[in-house]
């Protein structure tokens, strides 16, 4: 057994870097594909849906792979699967991206 902040640091460290890997990832798509960095409405709703696959992977590959058989039944699927991961990761990244290219 590990105490809570060991468990928390551990936590924040994967999040990161599991995001930081899937943001460079996306966009090196984003910049691969025209018709997703065409407009700036087309990189948000791409980087949403970037988001949701994300959250797919994560509660329903990655989590039992690991043994977290716990982690999709534990967790609000609407509010820390659906709509954290598609709304407030996908979706700012998206609005991110578009500002620092420069896209309207």
Excluded at 22 to 33: E, K, N, R
Excluded at 38 to 47: D, E, Q
Excluded at 63 to 92: D, I, M, R
Aim: glycine content about 10%; hydrophobic content about 60%; overall charge positive.
């Amino acid at each position: 057994q590990v105490s809570l902040g060991v468990a928390a640091f551990t936590g924040v460290m994967v999040h990161m870097v599991y995001s930081i890997i899937s943001g460079a990832i996306f966009a090196l798509i984003i910049a691969a594909v025209r018709p997703f960095h065409s407009t700036k409405s087309a990189i948000i709703l791409t980087a949403s849906g970037l988001g949701l696959l994300m959250w797919l992977i994560n509660f329903y590959l990655i989590a039992p792979a690991l043994g977290w058989v716990w982690f999709p039944e534990e967790a609000s699927q609407f509010w820390q699967g659906f709509v954290a991961h598609t709304f407030f990761y996908g979706g700012v990244v998206g609005w991110y991206l578009a500002a620092k290219r420069g896209v309207r």
